[in-house]
């Protein structure tokens, strides 16, 4: 993991316990979260490819603390911790990465495109990039609009190598879109270093061309990640300066849940995984602060726990998508010879031999 | 002789044709320190370093242009992208570029480079990971296009496709990633690009399909020959340059059609097929040609509903019944 100066010892005197308390349970709420995932996984209940959150809850609880309702968010395949921080239960969360129709995006996506239009949340994009300037668009049409808020594009480090970041931060600048290029730097692109995919490492320095700032955060600091995006987030929506913040974090596990990690010295994950523990590093410092104590602790787990467990059985509990739905939400506007109910019947009835 | 994955054929090959031509060398994603994103270059950085095998950043566009450049100068890229999803960042590079230097400038300098991906859908990778494009290449004059469904032809192929001197794409599958075949290690055969392979002799029907499809069209025709059905299966091989005659003289002989791919059934290659059968076997016919295909969605990822869009063998046993029984029904992929 790269440096990150520390900060000023931080005084909680400031902070209001609730949101503390809440932080915590909104990280843990994640970690268990993926962890069940991983397991589900491995019973064959989710396919595809599935990348978890582990090691990265803080920066997306301090992203989230941070925006308003009237922010959009836009982020890559990673994304099962930020629909469920904005405030989607985990319940339609896990009922689309086991493809149901009560899923967010009704089993037509899966765990790399979540969905919810309610939340402001628009979608994991699984294209490397090309989240990056659709979220410039959606600031776009913010200022254009006239309206209040700012525009989040969440992105991985080795994601800042693609064509699409650097158009997109100099539209985005040209333009004065209120955006945030949220870069969860976990040090790797599946097995890829950033030392070895960018030759400026500083992600935080990628905008300079484009007279775009950037800045660099602990993203094992909740509080840290929080104050940073509220503070580039006002000057975003007021004087329309998009900006970087280089999010500092470690990836627990591989790319995703397939990939056995090789590449990485075992040595150094353990030692990632014992110093760089965002959920416990947080836990430790409510208690020596005596915000929480041990008994808190245990109750939220087992809160934790019991939410988790009502989102699997609530995705086992839910009905599949049904054959004859397969062309709905084809055009948004109907039009004559498009396929309909009949058709994909009659297509599913001969593909699975039933004819 | 030894049997092999296709995936071991590859590697072999990459392995060979590095240690015969120095200008040969690899570039892509995650290709070395990780060993290859489904493990085809595993065990080629240890063997033959970083300079001849080249990780890059996530950038299709820069390094698929940066490839075309240096083999404008004589080296002899052979790029992976990882999926054929992700070439599309690199499209205009493609087709713009590599696909016209040579005929454009008067044939003063050629573009000797490779570009390998998988292309098509398994395993719930839904929608944006799970595309066939290969058709938009074949689509475009300058560029060769190649799809072996064999080890055999997978080692013979990719062969031919880097002592070529043009672009050619080399579409992979990773549901044959694992598929085994015969495969000679002693002999340095070339299957030559442009050129289909009757994989199998029949008298009933002609069975047209490439790469995955026809491991299924092989499949199918031997579960059909206990149904008294002799099916003739016709793999492409190349579809640029494409091997009309030998597609015509199958269906002359056999005198009815199916055709299969794993594209989108509008527009897609089993499209250009059918139009090839028509002009040029039309009087030989004796039922119309049935083409089989991907139906026409983004692929959902919900594990039945992602299985029953795409073709597989139950669709094309329906259509070679189909075309036995002379129907003119139509195909039913698309309204
Ligand atoms: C255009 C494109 N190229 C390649 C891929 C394959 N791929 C998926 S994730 C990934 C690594 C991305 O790394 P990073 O941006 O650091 O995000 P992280 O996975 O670490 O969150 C790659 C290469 C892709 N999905 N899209
Ligand atoms: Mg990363």
Redesign the interface.
Same mark, same amino acid.
């Given at each position: 993991m790269v440096k990150v100066k520390e900060a000023a010892p931080s005084g909680l005197e400031h902070e209001n316990v609730e949101d503390l308390k809440h932080y915590y349970y909104q990280m843990l709420l994640i970690r268990r979260f993926e962890e069940r995932t991983s397991e589900m996984y491995v019973k064959a209940k989710i396919?595809? @490819?599935c990348h978890l959150n582990l090691g990265e809850e803080a920066t997306i609880v301090g992203l989230m603390a941070a925006l308003k309702p009237e922010d959009y968010i836009y982020t890559n395949y990673r994304e099962h911790g930020y629909i469920i921080a904005r405030g989607v239960p985990p319940g339609p969360v896990m009922a689309?990465l086991f493809?149901?129709e009560t899923g967010v995006?009704r089993?037509?996506? /899966?765990?790399?495109?979540l969905f919810s239009r309610e939340h402001n949340f628009m979608g994991g @994009? !699984?294209?490397?990039?090309g989240q990056v300037p659709l979220a410039v668009g959606a600031a776009y049409a913010l200022r254009y609009q006239g309206k209040p808020g700012v525009v989040v594009a969440q992105m991985g480090d /080795?994601?800042t190598? +693609? /064509? !699409?970041f650097y158009e997109s931060l100099n539209l985005a600048k040209l333009w004065r879109c209120p955006v945030l290029f949220f870069i969860i730097n976990n040090g790797y692109? $599946? /097995?890829?270093s950033v030392e $070895?995919?960018?030759s400026e490492p500083d992600l935080w320095k990628k905008g300079a061309s484009f007279r775009v700032h950037g800045e660099r955060i602990d993203g094992t600091d909740v509080l840290a990640v929080r104050d940073a995006v509220r503070r580039l987030r006002e000057r975003a929506e007021s004087e329309g300066e998009p900006a970087i913040l280089d999010v500092v974090s470690f990836r627990f596990r591989g790319h995703s849940v397939i990939d056995a990690d090789? @590449?990485r010295d075992p040595e150094k994950v353990r030692a990632g995984r014992e110093h760089h523990d965002p959920v416990r590093n947080f836990a430790t410092l409510l208690l020596d602060h005596e915000i929480v104590d041990e008994a808190w602790l245990n109750v939220t787990a087992e809160r934790v726990e019991r939410e988790v467990q009502q989102a699997i059985d609530f995705a086992n509990a839910s009905p599949?998508?049904r054959?004859e739905d397969?062309?709905e939400n $084809?055009y948004a506007t109907p039009v004559p010879?498009?396929?309909?109910r009949e058709?994909?019947l009659? !297509?599913?009835r +001969?593909?699975?031999?039933e004819? | 002789m030894p049997i092999i994955t296709y995936r071991q054929a590859l590697n072999d090959t990459l392995g060979e044709e590095l240690a015969r031509d120095p200008n040969v060398l690899l570039m892509g994603e995650e290709i070395g320190v990780f060993q290859g994103s489904y493990r085809i270059t595993e065990g080629l950085l240890q063997e033959f370093g970083p300079k001849r095998v080249v990780d890059t950043p996530i950038a299709e566009e820069g390094f698929v242009g940066v490839a075309i450049g240096a083999a404008m100068l004589g080296l002899r890229p052979v790029v992976e992208i990882m999926t054929i999803n992700f070439i599309l960042v690199a499209i205009d590079q493609v087709v713009n570029h590599a696909s016209k230097i040579h005929y454009m400038f008067g044939g003063q300098v050629r573009v000797p480079l490779v570009i390998r991906t998988p292309s098509g859908g398994t395993g719930q990778l839904a929608a944006t990971h799970s595309q066939s494009f290969e058709n938009w290449f074949a689509y475009c004059p300058g560029l060769k296009v190649v799809a072996p469904a064999t080890p055999y032809d997978a080692r013979g192929l990719l062969r031919a496709a880097v002592r070529d001197d043009d672009p050619v794409i080399f579409i992979e599958s990773l549901a044959l990633y694992d598929t085994r075949g015969d495969v000679p290690d002693d002999d340095d055969y070339v299957v030559p690009i442009g050129v289909a392979e009757v994989k199998r002799r029949g008298e009933d029907v002609t069975v047209v399909a490439y790469s995955r499809m026809t491991a299924i069209a092989l499949q199918v025709a031997q579960r059909l020959e206990n149904e008294g059905i002799s099916v003739e299966v016709v793999d492409l091989r190349s579809l640029r340059p494409l091997d009309r005659p030998t597609i015509i003289e199958s269906v002359k002989k056999t005198g009815r059609a199916v055709v299969i791919a794993e594209d989108w059934y509008s527009y897609g290659v089993t499209a250009e097929i059918a139009a090839t059968i028509q002009e040029q076997a039309f009087d030989y016919l004796d039922a119309p040609v049935l083409r089989v295909a991907g139906l026409e969605v983004p692929l959902p990822y919900a594990k039945e509903l992602s299985a029953v869009s795409k073709p597989n063998a139950n669709s094309l046993i329906y259509a070679i019944h189909q075309v036995l029984a002379g129907s003119s029904r139509g195909a039913p992929w698309a309204k």
């Open positions: 396919g595809g @490819y689309e493809g149901k995006a089993g037509r996506g /899966g765990s790399m495109h @994009y !699984a294209i490397v990039g /080795g994601t190598n +693609i /064509g !699409a692109g $599946m /097995g890829t $070895m995919g960018s090789r @590449y599949d998508p054959f397969l062309y $084809m010879n498009t396929p309909g058709d994909a009659r !297509a599913v +001969i593909n699975r031999g004819w | -």
